[in-house]
C-alpha cells in the first residue's frame, strides 16, 4: 500500500480546498471532544493520589460553601488528640467565587509546617524557607500560575487580600495545582474579615493506618454536637463530590457533547470521501482495467478517508492538549477544583477515535468504488 | 496455439422485455505478434469485444482463452490479477490520472507487479523512449497535447509487457496527422517488440495499416476480407 500513498496525498491535493475544509472541520470537533474528554478525566482524578480514603474534612454542619463555614481553631487541637487521628490540621479558605467558575481561585491557609506534612507538593521554583519565614508569603499551584502568569516574587490580589509568591508547586493530584497555600494566620487577619482570629473553614483529619472513615466521621460530629457550633464531618472524596454535585451534572451531559463530536467527523469525513470517489468514477474504473483488484480500491479510499479523518484528529486534539496544558484550566465550585486533564491517554483516545470514524466513514464510498462495473464505468463522464 | 481463441461469444442485455445482443456467436483467434484491426458501424458491438478480450467484461456465453488461460472461468479478484500481467489497455480518451506526472501514470500498472524500485524506473524509461516522450517525464496530462497523451497512455499499456495489447479507437479524438504519428508507433511497436495488438477503429485507413482485418456487422464477426478489396470495394 506505501507505493500508493503518493497517489492517495495528490488526490487530496488535488481538491485542496475540500480537503482542508473538511480537516478543519474534524480538527474543531476533535477540539471539543479533547476538551470534554480532558474535564471528564479531570474529575476522575479528584479524588486520586491525595490520601482522600485516609483523609476526613470537619466542616461546619449545614454550611455548603467555604466562606460560610466557621468552626473554632480549638477544634483541631481537640481533635488532634483523639486515637485514630494523626493529624488534624486547621485550614481557612478564602476564594474569589463560591459559585462554578473557570478561573477559581482559592486560597488555603494553614500552618507551615502541617502543610509540608500533608499536601505531597513539589517545587518548581522557590523555597520553603523563605516561605517560612515571610508573613504574606504564598506557594502556588503551577497551573494558576500559569493561567495567570506568576513568577517568584510577584504580588497577586484577590479583592482584599495580596500575597507574595514564594514558591510554586507541582502535585501529585493535577487539581492541587489550582491553588495557593499561604500562612493561616495571615488568612485570619486580613483585611475585611471581620472576627475570623481563631477560627478556621475546615479541619482536615488524616486516619492513623487502620482507622475506619465512617466511624470516625460519626464520633467526630458526636463529640461537637452539645457545642456552640456542630460538625459535619464527612471523607474527603465524599466532601469533594458533594461540593462539585452541580458540575457532575453538567459535565456527566457533556458526554453526549463527545459522542456528537465524533459523529460530526464521521458525516464530515463521510461526505468528503463519497464525494471524492463520485468525482473518480471513471479514474476507478480506470485503475481496475489497469489490473487494479477491488480490494485495492477498497484499500486506497479507506486509506484516503483515514488520512483525513486521522489529520483532523491530530490538529483538533494536539491544540486541545497544547492549550489545555499551556492553559492550565480548572473549573471549580464552592472551593473544590477539577483541573483539566492532559493526560497521553486524551491524545491516544482522539486519534483511536478519528481512526475508528475515518475508517467507518470510507466503507461506504469505498465499497461504492470497489464493486462499481468497469465498463459502465469508463461510460461515465 | 493462437494467443487468443474465443468460441461462441455472445454478449446480451436485457432492458425490460427487450433483449440486446452487440455480440452474437462470435469465434476468432489471433496469434501471437499479430496486429488485429477490427471495425464496424457505431454499435456493431466492437468495444464489447474488445473488453471481453481485455477482461473487463463477461460474456453471456462462449469461451475466451487469452494465453492459454480460460479468462471467462476466473473470479473477479483473480481477473484482476490477470489483467494486471496480461493486458495493455488503450482508451480513446487517454484516461491518464490527472494528478499523477506522465512518468507515475506510466509506472502505476508495475506497482501491481512484484518489480524493485530501480526495475519499474529501468521499464518506464524504455517504455518512454520507446514512444519519444523522455523529455516530458515530469509533465503532468495537463501540460501535454491530445497526440503526447495518448503516446503516454501507449507507453501505459505496453509498459508491463502484456500478452495482448488492446486499444479501442486510439486515434478517434486526434487530428489526421497526430493520428498517422500513433497509428505509426502502433506499427513500430508490434513490429520491433512483437506486441499482440487488437485494435477498433472506424477509419478504413488506419485499420488498413494493420496485418490482419476484421469486421462486425450488427453483432456478427465477419471472415476477414483482404484489405485492398474493402478499399477498393469503398471506392477509396
Ligand atoms: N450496458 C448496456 N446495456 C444495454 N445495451 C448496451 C450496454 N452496453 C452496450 N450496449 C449496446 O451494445 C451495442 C454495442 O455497443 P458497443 O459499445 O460495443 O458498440 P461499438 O461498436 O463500440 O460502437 P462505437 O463505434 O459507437 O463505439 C450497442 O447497441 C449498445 O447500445
Ligand atoms: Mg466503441
Known sequence: MWKFLPYIAKNLWRNRTRSALTISGAAVAMFVFTFVGSVQEGLANLNRGSQTERSLIVFQANRFCPSTSRLPEEHARILAKMPGIEEAVPIKVFMNNCRASLDLVVFHGMPAEKLRKVRDLNLVSGDWSTYEKQRDAAMVGQALARRRSLAIGDRFSIGELTVTVAGIFTAANAADESFIYTHLEFLQRMRGMKNSVGTVTQIEILLAEGTDAKAMCRSIDEKFRTGAIQTDTRPKGVFQARAVGDLVDLIGFAHYLGYACVALVLTLVGTTTLMAVQDRVREH?????????????????????????????VVGTGLALAILSWKGLAVGSEGVTIAFSTSPLLAVIGLAATSIVGLAAGIVPAWTAARAEIVESLRSI | MPLVEIHGLTKEYHKGDQKIVPLRDASLAIDKGDFVSLMGASGSGKSTLLNLIAGIDRPTSGTIHVAGTDIASLTRTQLAHWRARNVGYIFQLYNLIPVLTAYENIELPLLLLPLARAERQKRVEIALAAVGLTDRADHYPRQLSGGQEQRVGIARAIVGDPAVVVADEPTGDLDAETSEQILHLLQRLNAELGTTLLMVTHDPKSA???????????????EPEPPKVALAARGA
Open chain 1, 285 to 313: 474504473a480506470v485503475l481496475q482495467t489497469l489490473g487494479f483488484s477491488w480490494q485495492r480500491i477498497f484499500g486506497l479510499v479507506l486509506v484516503e478517508s483515514l488520512t483525513v479523518s486521522l489529520t483532523g484528529g
Open chain 2, 208 to 222: 488498413s495499416i494493420a496485418r490482419r482485418q476484421l469486421r462486425l456487422d450488427k453483432g456478427v464477426l465477419l
